[in-house]
């Protein structure tokens, strides 16, 4: 299953919910404002670097450009941009938006 | 792949119509089809022809017009949710009494079961919200 | 129009509603109950999921009078009639909030957020809230 | 004293303009004066005279408009977000070449300056949003 | 100085943020999804109970009566109706909204 | 308009603005400026208060083309040709962020939360988005 997540993590707990509905090998994509879970060094960095372990976590490239946080994502996030998003969707058997 | 999408907030207020809009355009140059494009709660006001943004932004409600009538795709509002919020064509402003409508070229008002059929009928539905 | 859709295809989904959200703050609670009830036309497997704040939707005694809008609580019980049958509550989301089964208003399945996320993965379309 | 009220979200998606609208009426019944009421973001869809809410459910629309009547409010709407958004009295619709207006009766539409100078002209601003 | 906070604690970092700028003597009105803040034996209760040692809590009665839950109000609590609203608003010098 | 207002009161009040949302994502941080530069014009002695992901509103190097958005951010640059230069950034928000003051496009200073709190305290009009 795709996972979409467009909340801050540090205002929200959608990306805290999704992490606990995720499960082993689906997908967690960062959209919108999802995409500030992707910068290393912030307080719920440990949280994705743990995730990473059962779950892919990916990120929408154009929001994270947009925001000015390209170059602060941490290791092992894979980057897509709309067309990589709508594979993602085709590939995995439904998305599940957690708004 | 047959895809529906479900866009549930206005437009410029919530980035969810943008990207609903520019992940509609990558899939279509995949060569994907878009079964329908229904729009709910705020997102109904995704289809009123009354807005005018500033000249350097993007127009959303005109982008939507132009991919509907390029691609023909179905771009239905909720008419529930169209009624609360003040989205009518002319039918609707004429059952309701109303002296103008405001709906955009391409959008079409009907009932929510387009949304569960789109569910039914398509590979994949997408719903982009807040 | 929904006799004519039936005709149509014949599949049967599994249609899954995601409900996060309290009832009145925003409205999602109550367009989402109006999906419920219009899908239910359609005989798809039909479950709705209560998780974080959404459980608030199902809690009993609201009383609306002194805020304005309309109490839409009492239809979740008559869901039933609609042959919408399976209710899953978050048991973690209930114990944050203080509450427990006793404090809501329809008859519910209690389930851990792991065995929820179990039942997500079997479905085939998900609506969220 | 005299209270000045903002308010940021459209009407039935969030509460923000229920809490308001209650806030202002026992405002008044206290004897309080509203200096003035401003539609700001997605609050500027409050002003849409198009709605058809379900009969057994408030008009959120028309009883601003009452009340407006009734107590001599002034309703005002942010010109630049109603023009994103697709609200428009007579003339905003003749010069943005639309055909059509939707404005609600007691709502005007003026510029940010509005706020601010209810901002300073009252006693307390008091912001319902989302 | 009044603050209002109307978002659910358990989804949003609202009521958090407030607590953290609202000095000692200052009123916090919990309204419309905030309300969910004044109930006993949740996860925030700790945190609620710690802040009205310095500062007075209060709630919107009709939005806790809206949602089923006045009668598990935790002790404390100032209950105030949409008059006692504007009568907080008026005793106090500003109002700022947490949204 | 604002002429007139000007000459009716005189009045100098402290307008705080608190952002406390990201940009991009909603259009609350893009509102919010507008009413900044519009206030300007009154002459009040306006202060910007950037709190959680309101500090996201100042970062370096937006790139917007890619989502078809205006970047506005240079726009906190130009504030200072307005006379708005009280901009005050949560150190305990930039924190969690990973990110440090410069991270961010225009000069801040950087206050401790319990310091912010008290400077809201001494204003008279609070706008919050």
Same mark, same amino acid.
């Given at each position: 299953?795709?996972?979409?997540?467009?909340?801050?993590?540090?205002?929200?707990?959608?990306?805290?919910?999704?992490?606990?509905?995720?499960?082993?090998?689906?997908?967690?994509?960062?959209?919108?404002?999802?995409?500030?879970?992707?910068?290393?060094?912030?307080?719920?960095?440990?949280?994705?670097?743990?995730?990473?372990?059962?779950?892919?976590?990916?990120?929408?490239?154009?929001?994270?450009?947009?925001?000015?946080?390209?170059?602060?994502?941490?290791?092992?996030?894979?980057?897509?941009?709309?067309?990589?998003?709508?594979?993602?969707?085709?590939?995995?058997?439904?998305?599940?938006?957690?708004? | 792949?047959?895809?529906?999408?479900?866009?549930?907030?206005?437009?410029?207020?919530?980035?969810?119509?943008?990207?609903?809009?520019?992940?509609?355009?990558?899939?279509?140059?995949?060569?994907?089809?878009?079964?329908?494009?229904?729009?709910?709660?705020?997102?109904?006001?995704?289809?009123?022809?009354?807005?005018?943004?500033?000249?350097?932004?993007?127009?959303?409600?005109?982008?939507?017009?132009?991919?509907?009538?390029?691609?023909?795709?179905?771009?239905?509002?909720?008419?529930?949710?169209?009624?609360?919020?003040?989205?009518?064509?002319?039918?609707?402003?004429?059952?309701?009494?109303?002296?103008?409508?405001?709906?955009?070229?391409?959008?079409?008002?009907?009932?929510?079961?387009?949304?569960?059929?789109?569910?039914?009928?398509?590979?994949?539905?997408?719903?982009?919200?807040? | 129009?929904?006799?004519?859709?039936?005709?149509?295809?014949?599949?049967?989904? %599994?249609?899954?509603? &995601?409900?996060? $959200?309290?009832?009145?703050? +925003?409205?999602? !609670? @109550? *367009?989402?109950?109006? =999906?419920?009830?219009?899908?239910?036309?359609?005989?798809?497997?039909?479950?709705?999921?209560?998780?974080?704040?959404?459980?608030?939707?199902?809690?009993?005694?609201? %009383?609306?009078?002194? &805020?304005?809008? $309309?109490?839409?609580?009492? +239809?979740?019980? !008559? @869901? *039933?009639?609609?042959? =919408?049958?399976?209710?899953?509550?978050?048991?973690?989301?209930?114990?944050?909030?203080?509450?427990?089964?006793?404090?809501?208003?329809?008859?519910?399945?209690?389930?851990?957020?792991?065995? &929820?996320?179990?039942?997500?993965?079997?479905?085939?379309?998900?609506?969220?809230?």
């Amino acid at each position: 299953m795709l996972h979409t997540v467009n909340k801050s993590p540090f205002g929200s707990n959608s990306l805290e919910t999704c992490l606990k509905m995720a499960t082993s090998g689906s997908t967690v994509l960062l959209i919108e404002d999802g995409v500030y879970a992707a910068l290393k060094d912030s307080s719920v960095a440990e949280t994705i670097a743990q995730a990473m372990g059962t779950v892919t976590i990916a990120a929408l490239a154009p929001d994270l450009a947009a925001r000015g946080v390209a170059d602060k994502v941490m290791d092992g996030i894979k980057l897509v941009d709309y067309s990589g998003f709508v594979d993602l969707v085709c590939e995995t058997d439904k998305t599940t938006a957690w708004l | 792949m047959k895809l529906a999408i479900q866009v549930n907030e206005g437009p410029y207020t919530h980035q969810a119509a943008d990207t609903a809009y520019k992940f509609v355009e990558a899939a279509l140059e995949k060569g994907h089809e878009i079964y329908r494009i229904f729009f709910y709660h705020d997102g109904v006001n995704n289809g009123t022809r009354l807005t005018t943004p500033p000249q350097d932004d993007r127009n959303i409600v005109a982008r939507w017009s132009a991919l509907a009538e390029k691609h023909n795709i179905d771009l239905v509002i909720c008419v529930a949710a169209a009624q609360r919020r003040g989205i009518a064509d002319a039918d609707e402003a004429k059952r309701n009494s109303k002296d103008a409508d405001n709906i955009a070229p391409g959008f079409r008002i009907s009932g929510l079961g387009q949304l569960i059929e789109a569910g039914i009928q398509s590979d994949r539905l997408v719903v982009f919200g807040d | 129009m929904s006799d004519e859709m039936m005709d149509e295809g014949g599949t049967i989904k %599994k249609f899954a509603y &995601i409900n996060r $959200k309290a009832p009145y703050g +925003t409205i999602y !609670a @109550l *367009e989402s109950l109006e =999906v419920v009830l219009i899908g239910a036309a359609f005989e798809q497997d039909v479950s709705l999921f209560f998780l974080d704040d959404g459980v608030f939707q199902l809690t009993k005694g609201q %009383k609306t009078d002194g &805020i304005g809008m $309309k109490n839409f609580s009492p +239809t979740y019980r !008559a @869901l *039933e009639m609609y042959d =919408v049958e399976k209710l899953y509550v978050s048991e973690e989301a209930l114990a944050a909030r203080g509450l427990t089964a006793d404090d809501l208003l329809v008859d519910v399945e209690v389930v851990a957020d792991s065995e &929820i996320a179990g039942m997500l993965d079997e479905q085939d379309v998900v609506l969220s809230f």
